[in-house]
Structures are given as structure tokens and as C-alpha cells.
């Protein structure tokens, strides 16, 4: 189940003192590994990328309108 590590990570959430980012990502529609299908896994690796680059501080600025 995510109910007890998604607790762990709210109470973490609130003890934390640094800017750093604390992610809790519960994929309940794979298996032990990842996803199977090819498009399934090509989105996993886009958000892990995603996630590295943020970590990083290497994302692009949104312009305000």
C-alpha cells in the first residue's frame, strides 16, 4: 500500500528546513521495475529527466504575459 509512505513523506514535508525538493511518486499501474508498453516508458524516462533537470536548477524561465 501508499498510505504509510505517503505519510512518512507529509510528515518529512513538514520537518524539512531546506529548499530542496522532497518527491513521493506512487505509480500504482506498474510493476516492480516501470511501465511495459514502449510510450509508457518513454513518459517515465521524460519525468525522471524532467525531475534532474528541475533539481538542477536547469529549467527554463516562463515569460509573464
Given at each position: 500500500m501508499y498510505s504509510e509512505?505517503?505519510?512518512y513523506v507529509a510528515k518529512l514535508r513538514d520537518l524539512k528546513t531546506?529548499?530542496?525538493l522532497l518527491l513521493f511518486k506512487?505509480?500504482?499501474?506498474?510493476?516492480?521495475?516501470?511501465?511495459?508498453?514502449r510510450f509508457e516508458k518513454l513518459q517515465e524516462d521524460a519525468?525522471?529527466?524532467a525531475f534532474?533537470?528541475?533539481a538542477l536548477g536547469?529549467?527554463?524561465?516562463m515569460a509573464s504575459l
Open positions: 509512505p505517503a505519510k531546506d529548499g530542496n506512487c505509480e500504482l499501474g506498474a510493476g516492480h521495475f516501470s511501465k511495459s508498453g519525468f525522471t529527466y534532474i533537470l528541475k536547469m529549467t527554463p524561465k
